[in-house]
């Protein structure tokens, strides 16, 4: 009992320590005890459970709007997965594989010109993040670097930067705003969502496009997810308000670097309005594990189908 109480307050200090480091001073996390003990806690158990399961790799994707929190739940996890079950954990992120700005810049040219803001289906290096996840999955499993994206810059960042991966890792977390995401029916493209839509994709090839992306090689990727974790925001408009938060986490992080005004996020985020909003209709009640985020930022209830 002694060392079970031990292990927890290890974990619990661990735990701490480190969404002190995440904290924004406009926004403290809330409930952090009753947030490890009723999501984070049973998260990793029923990750752990999965992985004694099927003893392989399994990959983790977490899933939600901007702004959700993902980056700091996928640390969280990684952290619990390893104190509580000895369990190897890496985490990435699908921005990481995005499609360098040259590579972008053609995309505008050839399809469309909002193909040049990174974000939407048709953006990432879909070869790449296939052969990544199969490679992390493989029992004949190759020692691998992966991308990273530098959001400052928009372009990936210099090789020196990417992730080794010289050890087959027991868990993956794969996180993204769209992982997970499903086509929509040709029906539901006629109506433009907002403006963004409206004036720059009238004609409707951006859309289609994007559909097209998630009908074929964004489905063959998400096929290598063992379990879907999906967050769920209260509603569209909290994207921005939470999107806000993170550049000012970034400017704090990055120290004099150029980050997006208000005007820009409120620009930004019509980009990923359509899927954000169709995931949320769908993964609601596809995802494995379906979190509900409140109004002020906290985990609300948990539901494991």
């Known amino acids: 009992m002694k060392s079970k109480k031990k292990s927890y307050d290890k974990l619990k200090y661990k735990y701490l320590k480190f969404i002190k480091s995440q904290e924004v001073i406009s926004e403290p996390f809330r409930d952090k005890i009753s947030q490890l003990n009723n999501f984070f806690l049973p998260i990793s158990k029923m990750i752990n459970t999965n992985y004694l399961k099927h003893k392989k790799t399994q990959i983790i994707g977490l899933s939600g ?18 104190e509580n079950f000895n369990l190897e954990t890496i985490i990435f992120s699908i921005d990481d594989f995005y499609k360098t700005i040259k590579e972008r810049k053609i995309m505008a040219k050839k399809i469309s010109p909002l193909f040049l803001t990174r974000g939407v289906p048709g953006t990432h290096d879909t070869k790449m993040l296939y052969s990544c996840i199969k ?3 493989s029992s004949k499993f190759k020692k691998i670097i992966i991308p990273k994206f530098d959001k400052a810059i928009d372009n990936r960042a210099s090789k020196n930067k990417w992730l080794k991966v010289t050890k087959k890792p027991n868990i993956v977390v794969f996180e993204g705003w769209c992982v997970g995401a499903e086509p929509q029916k040709k029906k539901d493209l ?8 409206k004036q720059n994709d009238y004609k409707k090839t951006w859309r289609n496009k994007v559909n097209q992306e998630l009908k074929q090689d964004y489905k063959k990727i998400f096929k290598l997810i063992d379990k879907i974790i999906f967050l769920k ?30 005007h820009k996020i409120k620009n930004f985020i019509m980009f990923y ?3 954000t909003k169709h995931m949320i209709k769908t993964l609601t009640y596809k995802a494995h594990t379906m979190i509900k985020i409140d109004t002020k930022h906290r985990l609300k209830s948990i539901k494991f189908n």
């Open 65 to 82: 709007g901007q702004g959700s929190g993902k980056s700091t739940i996928s640390n969280i996890l990684k952290i619990i997965l390893k």
């Open 135 to 137: 490679n992390l999955k």
């Open 190 to 197: 006629l109506i433009s969502i907002n403006k963004l839509e």
């Open 233 to 262: 925001v209260p509603s569209f408009k909290y994207v921005f308000k939470w999107r806000l938060l993170q550049e000012k986490k970034l400017q704090r992080n990055l120290k004099g670097k150029k980050i997006m005004s208000k």
């Open 273 to 275: 309005e359509r899927i």
